[in-house]
């Protein structure tokens, strides 16, 4: 077989499909470049949704006639100069984008740096067709229309204009998060969809303010502002509450010195820092920026370039799950504002017939008998029910701490009875609370049994038989080198011959449940991948969540109202006491200003 070389135009093609897949992706490489030009403000408009047309201007740099030619040949760039590949500072440097977008599409580039001559070259689907002066201000405008129109393989596998309109919306949203300091506005057929002024800086607040108009109010209102650095890398943003959250992942957002990433590590650092505060099918909603020196990462591992290696994995999950959980510690007291909201909703005034109304009130139905499944009928008797039995229990009410105090002060306020022997009802000075008593006391034994293996260590078993796990040498290598830190978790292991590692004791709490040979292999993979071992500690914690559900206060127990009391004043003292185990809200709390409402006194 013949070698030969590959005409250029095809070339040029074969590097568009790994550059540009859809629409959304000669977006963003587009946006990154008036970024990268130092534009302060990026109109996007499309047609089609990108497919049609794709028109993007900037008020940038902008290019002379000869960059601007240089501009649309492969491998051309300004961004990164001879030896710096180590250190990339920009969002681009390839020199693909622009001649891998003008291969598969009619494109025109018009820009205007300085007091030069604005000029424009425009290119059909990889043959330049006119290249001159043209009339324009300063800045840079790319028009790109027919995209794939030659590429009728690439063409039929796009999909719907709505699906490929969201994809773009998805992609200006990230890059508007990124940088709160440039004003983006995104139009489709010349509907605004996006419009976030500048702020003109990149200062803390402006990102937070960014951040609230992109994801909305409620993001803001249920999120708290994480912020740890160490050993010159830092890690900042907003993480909202466990009990805000989304059955997918699509609401997370990452980003690595301004670079938008989808990064298996960064987001299995995530799920790690809410492993026990969420169910498994359930997912956080967080916008997490990582600041790292440009040497400490590759960002040169993928044209798109949304992947990125670091220096030391390891020590990056570790920040990104420190940081997150002291701030999810700190704000362990703040309850999703939306889980409230919900319940509101659910109340309904009922209809009753005259006849009704001078008798006594109709029975509830089974169904409303679950606070937050289904409506409360206004018309039942009330649905709390005191339970002291004597004088002394019904003068505890208010104050039985000790003179002078008043429980209504505290943040969850004073026991007054109990619902269907399941639910707590409290009161402060302006809500009403209704509290999960199961749910509750299951979060306040999981962190007991969390800082009790934190205080004590972690008690071990040794095994009657050692297990001998057989490994490759590298994974062996690899457990070995961790055998100290693996011992403080309670595995006891040691090297068995090249490729077999010994396990003489185990974690007693998992005794009765472990595949050890499956754990050590995973322990393996975790360690050559991340430099640590992350797997054991995360079952561990596995078995204390089931440990705590099944000892903890079961729904269908009558409480006193001392013991309601002192499981309220437990709460405010236990981190993450705002939702269970499973990420579910331990307590509701409604003001009392939205009750008035729903009687119509406001």
């Given at each position: 077989?013949?070698?030969?070389?590959?005409?250029?135009?095809?070339?040029?093609?074969?590097?568009?499909g790994?550059?540009?897949?859809r629409?959304?992706?000669?977006?963003?490489?587009?946006?990154?470049?008036a970024?990268?030009?130092?534009?302060?403000?990026?109109s996007?408009a499309?047609?089609?949704?990108?497919?049609r047309?794709?028109?993007?201007?900037?008020?940038?740099?902008?290019?002379?006639?000869d960059?601007?030619?240089?501009?649309?040949?492969?491998?051309?760039?300004?961004?990164?100069?001879?030896?710096?590949l180590?250190?990339?500072?920009?969002?681009?440097?390839?020199?693909?984008a622009?001649?891998?977008?003008?291969?598969?599409?009619?494109?025109?580039?018009?820009?205007?740096?300085?007091?030069?001559?604005?000029?424009a070259?425009?290119i059909?689907h990889?043959?330049?067709?006119?290249?001159?002066?043209?009339?324009?201000?300063?800045?840079?405008?790319?028009?790109?229309?027919?995209?794939?129109?030659?590429?009728p393989?690439?063409?039929?596998?796009?999909?719907?204009?709505?699906?490929?309109?969201?994809?773009?919306?998805?992609?200006?949203?990230?890059?508007?998060?990124?940088?709160?300091?440039?004003?983006?506005e995104?139009?489709?057929?010349?509907?605004?969809?996006?419009?976030?002024?500048?702020?003109?800086?990149?200062?803390?607040?402006?990102?937070?303010?960014?951040?609230?108009?992109?994801?909305?109010?409620d993001?803001?209102?249920?999120?708290?502002?994480?912020?740890?650095?160490?050993?010159?890398?830092?890690i900042?943003?907003?993480?909202?509450?466990?009990?805000?959250?989304?059955?997918?992942?699509?609401?997370?957002?990452?980003?690595?010195?301004?670079?938008?990433?989808?990064?298996?590590?960064?987001?299995?650092?995530?799920?790690?820092?809410?492993?026990?505060?969420?169910?498994r099918?359930?997912?956080?909603?967080?916008?997490?920026?990582?600041?790292?020196?440009?040497?400490?990462?590759?960002?040169?591992?993928?044209?798109?370039k949304?992947?990125?290696?670091?220096?030391?994995?390891?020590?990056?999950?570790?920040?990104?799950?420190?940081?997150?959980?002291?701030?999810?510690?700190?704000?362990?007291?703040?309850?999703?504002?939306?889980?409230?909201?919900?319940?509101?909703?659910?109340?309904?005034?009922?209809?009753?017939?005259?006849?009704?109304?001078?008798?006594?009130?109709?029975?509830?139905?089974?169904?409303?008998?679950?606070?937050?499944?289904?409506?409360l009928?206004?018309?039942?008797?009330?649905?709390a029910?005191?339970?002291?039995?004597?004088?002394?229990e019904?003068?505890?009410?208010?104050?039985?701490?000790?003179?002078g105090?008043?429980?209504?002060e505290?943040?969850?306020?004073?026991?007054?009875?109990q619902?269907?022997?399941?639910?707590?009802?409290?009161?402060?000075a302006?809500?009403?609370?209704?509290?999960?008593?199961?749910?509750?006391?299951?979060?306040?034994?999981?962190?007991?049994?969390?800082?009790?293996?934190?205080n004590?260590?972690?008690?071990?078993?040794?095994l009657?038989?050692?297990?001998?796990?057989?490994?490759?040498?590298?994974?062996?290598?690899?457990?070995?080198?961790?055998?100290?830190?693996?011992?403080?978790?309670?595995l006891?292991?040691?090297?068995?011959?090249?490729?077999?590692?010994?396990?003489?004791?185990?974690p007693?709490?998992?005794?009765?449940?472990?595949?050890?040979?499956g754990?050590?292999?995973?322990?393996?993979?975790?360690?050559?991948?991340?430099?640590?071992?992350?797997?054991?500690?995360?079952?561990?914690?596995?078995?204390?969540?089931?440990?705590?559900?099944?000892?903890?206060?079961?729904s269908?127990?009558?409480?006193?109202l001392?013991?309601?009391?002192?499981?309220?004043?437990?709460?405010?003292?236990?981190?993450?006491?705002?939702?269970?185990?499973?990420?579910?809200?331990?307590?509701?709390k409604?003001?009392?200003?939205?009750?008035?409402?729903?009687?119509?006194?406001?």
């Open positions: 077989m013949t070698i030969r070389r590959l005409p250029d135009s095809l070339v040029d093609r074969i590097a568009a790994e550059v540009v897949e629409p959304a992706s000669a977006v963003k490489e587009l946006v990154e470049n970024l990268d030009a130092g534009a302060s403000r990026i996007i499309l047609e089609e949704g990108g497919a047309r794709i028109e993007i201007t900037d008020d940038g740099s902008g290019m002379d006639a960059g601007l030619r240089l501009a649309v040949q492969r491998h051309c760039t300004s961004k990164l100069a001879e030896g710096d180590e250190r990339i500072a920009t969002l681009g440097f390839r020199g693909e622009l001649p891998s977008i003008a291969s598969v599409s009619r494109f025109r580039l018009a820009s205007k740096h300085g007091d030069a001559e604005p000029w070259v425009e059909d990889g043959m330049i067709v006119s290249d001159g002066p043209a009339a324009r201000p300063a800045g840079t405008q790319v028009v790109v229309e027919d995209l794939f129109g030659k590429v393989a690439r063409r039929k596998f796009l999909k719907s204009t709505r699906a490929e309109l969201g994809a773009i919306n998805d992609c200006v949203r990230r890059l508007a998060m990124a940088r709160a300091d440039v004003a983006f995104l139009l489709h057929e010349g509907r605004r969809l996006i419009d976030a002024p500048g702020a003109g800086s990149l200062l803390e607040s402006a990102r937070v303010e960014r951040l609230g108009a992109l994801l909305g109010r993001f803001a209102a249920n999120a708290v502002p994480v912020d740890l650095e160490r050993d010159g890398l830092h900042g943003g907003l993480a909202g509450v466990p009990t805000f959250n989304r059955g997918a992942a699509d609401h997370q957002y990452l980003f690595v010195n301004g670079r938008p990433v989808k990064d298996r590590l960064l987001l299995g650092a995530v799920r790690g820092a809410y492993r026990d505060l969420l169910a099918d359930r997912h956080p909603v967080l916008a997490l920026f990582l600041e790292v020196p440009h040497e400490f990462v590759d960002v040169n591992v993928h044209p798109a949304t992947e990125v290696r670091f220096r030391d994995p390891a020590m990056v999950r570790g920040m990104i799950v420190s940081g997150l959980r002291r701030a999810l510690d700190l704000g362990s007291g703040h309850a999703a504002t939306t889980v409230s909201d919900d319940a509101l909703s659910r109340f309904r005034p009922e209809e009753m017939s005259s006849t009704a109304a001078q008798t006594e009130p109709a029975p509830l139905p089974p169904e409303s008998r679950m606070f937050g499944e289904s409506r009928s206004f018309a039942a008797p009330p649905i029910r005191p339970v002291e039995t004597d004088p002394q019904a003068a505890a009410r208010d104050e039985p701490q000790g003179e105090v008043d429980l209504r505290f943040p969850l306020g004073a026991a007054r009875g619902v269907h022997e399941s639910w707590i009802v409290a009161e402060t302006d809500h009403l609370i209704l509290v999960d008593q199961h749910a509750a006391h299951e979060r306040l034994t999981l962190e007991k049994m969390k800082a009790g293996a934190a004590g260590g972690v008690t071990t078993q040794a009657l038989m050692p297990d001998i796990v057989d490994l490759t040498e590298d994974e062996a290598d690899a457990v070995e080198a961790h055998a100290a830190s693996l011992a403080d978790l309670g006891e292991v040691e090297r068995f011959g090249p490729g077999a590692i010994m396990v003489r004791a185990v007693a709490i998992l005794a009765n449940r472990l595949d050890v040979a754990l050590v292999r995973d322990l393996a993979d975790d360690i050559r991948s991340l430099g640590a071992a992350h797997t054991l500690k995360e079952r561990i914690d596995e078995v204390f969540a089931t440990m705590a559900c099944h000892a903890s206060v079961r269908g127990r009558r409480l006193a001392p013991e309601m009391n002192a499981l309220l004043r437990e709460m405010e003292a236990t981190p993450h006491s705002g939702q269970c185990n499973h990420g579910r809200p331990t307590y509701v409604l003001a009392r200003a939205d009750i008035e409402k729903l009687f119509g006194r406001r």
